[in-house]
């Protein structure tokens, strides 16, 4: 079936039948329990996210052989939880991009139109869900890589607050930014992962010792009397007419359900990618210095170590990684240090306090997710601007470290693509999220809408 | 034109702490190569580092011991660079905000009192291990990410033999405050030089030659001589000095140019994100204030006033913390400190080198040597016989009041054995005894080795000698 979507880089068959075994003996033996809330359960992983055992590759050439020799901590989580973890899932290189399209194997394609890009940087996540090849996965978001490949195929994609669920395993794009979250097919399921894979981790200095809410029990509430922000700045020029359209009915719906709407103002929105895409490259370069080929993964030899690197690297990474590398590099160097990355740091800072303020005054935020929905293979390869536009709406909430999920909201007509609505709230406040989300999903038919699937292949 | 030189030190030291800096393997010399790592210390992708609480407690108390200021907030940074041995291809160190500010260094050199400013002592890590053979290369890993301790001097020494000094005083005290082993053929202390001249009354800074990684001592003595030779002959000669990096080669005793200013490194600081920024408690730093100890030059002037021990015998005290504990142990209710001293650095040194034994390995007990010091005191040995109970206890741990019973060692000082000894001496002896008579002083030490000799080196020497030139001057 994955032929059509290649959502997955690798499947252990094996494995996940031993894993199914084991999972029905267990119930047979002891029925269910809450303290086993995904036993026997399919769960994929994003290929960025380390599983004793089984391939880390990140999409990378660079890693494309390399196993993984321990569990990441959410991976832990997810086994003691009962799971099946049986696959690896497609990905921009290193987390980098917005379409799939940056894996050194290929792109995943949408469920929902094979010729159109799935998002990304976690496509594989949010397709294998939509194409019911797994009932949830994990993916990462670094600026909206969890959320935007879930508007634009169509499912739940909840990004945590910074330092709420475990970086522990996860290969760091910028790791100021990354957080672990999942993909799936409905708000109720979000809530279970995230009881799951949150928590403090002794072995991840920026995670918060804080306790975990039980976050099934928000979506018991209503949203009646809460306030939500409409930020004016998320309305963006160039914003596709149906996207607009929807997130303006789906607005309506809220307040439908009982929600107080006002409209407030992020006035630093705009220098949004500018900060983030510094932020984000800097700490990239300095991250992705280990992959040097000298103690494991791909290697092309060379007379001294610096050949070494050059030609590991050279040929080892894709084109946008390296242009990351390079960016990032040169907004570190010195003399560049302060008119760049620490312009940047006080710039998120103004960032961060724009949510801080606004969250003063409302419980939320609603935005659209994504400004389009699902463009063509291929259609912004050749100018990475429009492509770092793409994430215009998600990544001032990695900058502030803020909470956000996306929740299907509508769909275009012709071609039948989705839509999807993100809600942002301030940190740690994922049960607003949920309770919000779920409401909205209670009252829409949204989520129930499926592709139907061609097993014959692209 | 007269030239003086100004040096500064970086010295570098690992800390002594059961694990490495970010990950729980073992923080241990040798062991075969690449056994001591984990996915944290090899830098896989996905793993994040966590610090040593007792690396941190280390790098504070080391700035209590050096009179250093302590921040109100510190964290880590990324120092950016490429080489093998470099397992994340960046060295996670203390950038702008170090765990310890300005503080300073008293010691003894040239018979003066010095004292030379510590611009910061920083947190970091070690470094793998590169070795080449004939066609590959190598990194040992077991070393990486052991904690490492970089203490910055202001440049204030003006001489070789002052940084000798400084270098030694420095040693010592980390070595008192049981911060490392400081053990030099186990690599625990490296240092970058670094050497500016001037001429002599010019307030500017030379250009600043700096020599890196130095791991001995007598090395770094060298290569300061050699360099500030090499400056002040370039000056001499109406030359100019560049700020550049060279190496020290030992076996040709030179150093050579490694790299200018112009081709130094871009190390491309940021703050280390996987590590939150840090404001340590004053409870914190005053748990830790607990553990600050004697510095040694204070130790070493307390020797001289307390004990009267004179300045070298101090000295060598002083740099062995754990015989100078011995030693206070020892001479605690002593009435003759310097013969607890004598013997400690004469008898029990021999002995320990000789069976290479460390003080806890010692059956004998300090208040052993007290005891001896004691029977020769009041006369109830002599010193040659203490010679032999100080060995007997050595090897035994029993007392020495005990091994004088056991082997009937007690001084002879009865005067009735004392003359049968020395009349018969004197009737084997009449060549000797003429010669004495006749003025040779001697032979009168001839005769008393014989009567020693006859006592098995029991008789009291003093009263031998009394008696013998009474019965032979006067028969």
């Known amino acids: 079936m994955d032929k059509s979507i290649h959502a997955f880089l690798s499947i252990n068959k094996q494995g996940v039948l031993d894993q199914a075994e084991k999972a029905d003996r267990e119930i047979a033996e002891k029925g269910l329990s809450a303290d086993r809330p995904l036993l026997g359960i399919p769960i994929a992983i994003k290929d960025v996210l380390a599983e004793k055992g089984a391939p880390l590759t990140c999409g990378s050439r660079l890693l494309r052989d390399f196993v993984s020799p321990y569990d990441a901590t959410v991976v832990t989580q997810l086994k003691n939880a009962g799971a ?52 949830a996965s994990l993916g990462s978001d670094t600026g909206g890589s969890i959320r935007q490949p879930a508007s634009l195929c169509g499912c739940v994609g909840l990004k945590p607050t910074y330092g709420r669920v475990s970086r522990y395993g996860l290969v760091a794009f910028a790791s100021s930014l990354d957080q672990v979250g999942c993909n799936t097919k409905t708000v109720s399921d979000a809530a279970t992962m995230l009881g799951v894979i949150s928590g403090y981790d002794k072995r ?84 992705l210095a280990r992959f040097d080929g000298i103690r494991y993964g791909y ?113 275009t007509d012709n071609p039948t693509l989705p839509i999807g609505l993100q809600l942002l709230g301030p940190p740690f406040s994922e ?21 139907v699937i061609n097993n014959a292949g692209a | 034109m007269e030239y003086e030189i100004v040096i500064g030190l970086e010295t570098h030291v690992q800390l002594k702490t059961r694990s490495k800096m970010w990950c729980g393997c073992v923080n241990q010399f040798g062991g075969e190569p690449n056994t001591h790592v984990c996915p944290v210390c090899l830098g896989f992708p996905g793993v994040l580092p966590v610090a040593n609480e007792e690396a941190l407690r280390l790098t504070v108390l080391t700035g209590m011991l050096l009179n250093c200021g302590l ?22 160190t203390q950038y702008d905000l170090p765990s310890t500010l300005k503080g300073c260094v008293e010691f003894e050199s040239e018979n003066k009192t010095c004292r030379v400013g510590i611009t910061r002592a920083h947190l970091e890590e070690d470094v793998g291990k590169s070795s080449h053979f004939d066609r590959v290369s190598g990194v040992d890993f077991n070393r990486a990410g052991v904690p490492l301790l970089e203490i910055v001097s202001e440049p204030e020494i003006t001489s070789v033999q002052m940084a000798s000094d400084y270098l030694n005083e420095l040693k010592t005290i980390l070595i008192y405050g049981g911060i490392s082993d400081c053990d030099m053929e186990k690599g625990m202390v ?67 140019s490694m790299r200018s200013k112009e081709m130094a490194h871009d190390y491309r600081y940021l703050p280390e994100p996987d590590l939150m920024p840090f404001e340590p408690e004053t409870a ?56 607890v001293a004598n013997l400690i650095l004469n008898n029990l040194r021999a002995c320990m080198s000789e069976s290479n034994h460390s003080v ?43 091994i004088v019973e056991e082997k009937g060692l007690a001084q002879v000082s009865d005067s009735s054995t004392i003359d049968a000894f020395c009349d018969e001496v004197i009737k084997a002896n009449p060549k000797s005894v003429e010669d004495f008579q006749a003025g040779k002083q001697n032979a009168l030490n001839f005769l008393k080795g014989q009567v020693m000799r006859l006592s098995k080196g029991k008789a009291n020497p003093a009263l031998v000698g009394q008696v013998l030139e009474k019965r032979i001057l006067n028969p």
Request: some cysteine.
């Open chain 1, 204 to 287: 991840d200095s920026t995670s918060v010792p804080r306790s975990v809410p039980e976050y099934s029990a928000a979506l018991q509430s209503s949203i009646k009397g809460m306030k939500i922000g409409l930020p004016k700045e998320y309305f963006v020029e160039g914003m596709q007419p149906e996207v607009a359209s929807s997130i303006r009915q789906a607005v309506e719906k809220l307040e439908e359900l009982g929600a107080e709407i006002v409209e407030v103002s992020l006035p630093h929105t705009e220098y949004a990618v500018a900060c983030y895409y510094i932020i984000a490259t800097a700490e990239a370069s300095t991250n």
């Open chain 2, 284 to 339: 914190w730093y005053d748990s830790i204030r607990e553990s600050v100890v004697e510095l040694p030059l204070a130790r070493k002037r307390r020797y001289m006033k307390d004990y009267g021990l004179p300045p070298k015998d101090t000295e060598t005290l002083v740099s062995n913390p754990s015989l100078a504990g011995y030693f206070e142990k020892a001479a605690e209710h002593s009435k003759k400190p310097k013969a």
């Open chain 2, 71 to 92: 921040p109100k907030r510190a964290k880590f940074d990324r120092k950016n660079y490429f080489y093998p041995d470099a397992s994340k291809n960046y060295q996670i």
């Open chain 2, 360 to 402: 806890d390995d010692l059956k004998i007990q300090p208040t052993h040597i007290h005891e001896l010091v004691q029977l020769v005191d009041s006369g109830k040995i002599n010193s040659r016989i203490a010679q032999e109970v100080f060995n007997a206890v050595y090897e035994s741990g029993k007392s020495p009041q005990g």
């Open chain 1, 431 to 451: 049960e607003t999220l949920l309770k919000i989300a779920g409401d909205f999903e209670q009252a829409t038919d949204w989520h129930c809408r499926k592709p």
């Open chain 2, 190 to 256: 490296r240092c970058d030089l670094n050497l500016s001249t001037r001429p002599v009354g010019q307030k500017e800074l030379g250009k600043k030659v700096e020599i890196k990684n130095m791991n001995s001592f007598s090395g770094a003595r060298k290569a300061l001589t050699y360099e500030m030779n090499r400056q002040i002959k370039v000056l001499r000669n109406g030359g100019a000095l560049i700020q550049e990096t060279r190496r020290w080669d030992d076996a040709e005793g030179m150093t050579h």
């Open chain 1, 84 to 135: 099946l973890t049986f696959g690896r899932l497609n990905m921009d290189e290193f987390a980098m991009g917005s379409s799939t399209e940056n894996s050194s194997v290929g792109p995943t394609c949408n469920p929902w139109d094979y010729s159109r890009i799935p998002g990304g940087s976690s496509g594989g996540s949010a397709a294998s869900v939509v194409a019911d090849e797994c009932i």
């Open chain 1, 299 to 411: 290697r092309v030899d060379g007379k001294n170590p610096f050949e070494l690197y050059c030609a590991t690297r050279g040929s080892g990474f894709g084109e946008e990684v390296k242009r990351r590398i390079i960016l990032g590099t040169y907004v570190l160097s010195s003399g560049y240090y302060d008119a760049y990355y620490l312009k940047a740091q006080k710039v998120r800072s103004l960032i961060a306090g724009d949510f801080t303020k606004v969250f003063e005054t409302v419980d939320a935020l609603v935005t659209p997710t994504s400004p389009t929905t699902a463009w063509k293979l291929g259609e912004k390869m050749d100018d990475p601007l429009q492509m770092y536009l793409s994430d215009v709406c998600t990544l001032s909430s990695n900058l502030a470290g803020n909470c956000g999920i996306s929740i299907p909201c509508g769909f």
